[in-house]
């Protein structure tokens, strides 16, 4: 006698399946919108050049000015490179996605995704991970560019190329996990703007995407280093340009992967604490 009662889909390839198909559905969402998407790189050009006609006229007649933390001193040259690599990869790192949390939260579609067989989650990370999948080819467009007029050379070498894939990979999983966490606010609070302002501009600053960790006060560039921001954005450009060498390489590679795993751990315990708030109505 045949069984009636549902299944629910299960497996490791199915799992991959739909985590595959959630990141397609985000980044065709992203790419949907693409007067958006145009004035967004625009925008990101032209902050690029500002920001490098301001460092021009800070560096004025000078070569090189000295850095700290060890990297000794700073060439114009390499000070531009930063530029355009810090800002590129904190736009295409930080973008909006279709599976925002609190889009889904104010639009009242939460019930049905936790109804659906893959967790909730999880959706939101492939969502994440597909928006910035869309971001790449616009992003590796703007840095060919920047390569054209002369602002970002090749890596230093091979050590930092290697080194560079590294950093950038764990970059991306804090930036989605630092970007989820604040997203979780919405299950407290509908209204989220402020949030998301103070968020963003503590992550510029810290990150490195403003200003270079190695331009900073001590105690600030300390800090910085110690707190998951830096990794989205300073490590891997300072790896790619040749000034985090050795030692220094493997420790900022190691602060890194510390906070995956701390905010892994805050990721999965908030969850757990939305779990027993969400109330849907009508059950």
Do not use: H, K
Not at 30 to 52: E, H, W
């Amino acid at each position: 006698m045949t069984s009636l009662t549902p299944v629910a889909p299960s497996g490791i390839w199915w799992r991959l399946r739909a985590s595959a198909a959630i990141a397609r559905l985000a980044g065709r969402s992203m790419l949907f919108y693409r007067t958006s998407l145009a004035i967004s790189v625009i925008v990101l050009l032209v902050q690029i050049y500002a920001l490098s006609m301001v460092w021009t006229s800070v560096y004025a007649d000078r070569g090189a000015v000295p850095g700290s933390g060890g990297v000794g001193d700073i060439s114009i040259e390499m000070q531009l490179a930063y530029v355009s690599l810090s800002v590129v990869q904190f736009w295409a790192l930080n973008g909006w996605s279709a599976y925002s949390l609190q889009q889904r939260v104010r639009e009242g579609r939460i019930g049905t995704d936790l109804a659906r067989p893959l967790g909730l989650l999880w959706q939101v990370v492939m969502g994440r991970v597909g928006t910035i999948a869309a971001c790449l080819p616009f992003a590796a467009a703007v840095l060919v560019l920047a390569t054209t007029v002369g602002n970002v050379s090749p890596p230093a070498g091979l050590g930092a190329a290697a080194g560079y894939l590294v950093a950038l990979l764990l970059a991306t999983i804090i930036s989605i996990q630092l970007v989820v966490l604040v997203d979780m606010t919405s299950f407290w609070t509908l209204e989220v703007t402020g949030i998301y302002l103070s968020f963003s501009l503590v992550s510029r600053l810290l990150s490195g995407s403003l200003v270079p960790l190695w331009f900073m006060p001590e105690w600030l560039r300390v800090l910085a280093g110690l707190l998951p921001f830096q990794a989205t954005t300073f490590t891997p450009v300072a790896i790619y340009l040749g000034t985090l060498t050795g030692t220094a390489v493997w420790r900022a590679l190691g602060i890194s992967a510390v906070w995956v795993i701390i905010l892994g751990v805050a990721l999965r315990l908030s969850w757990n604490r939305v779990l027993n708030r969400v109330v849907v109505q009508g059950g």
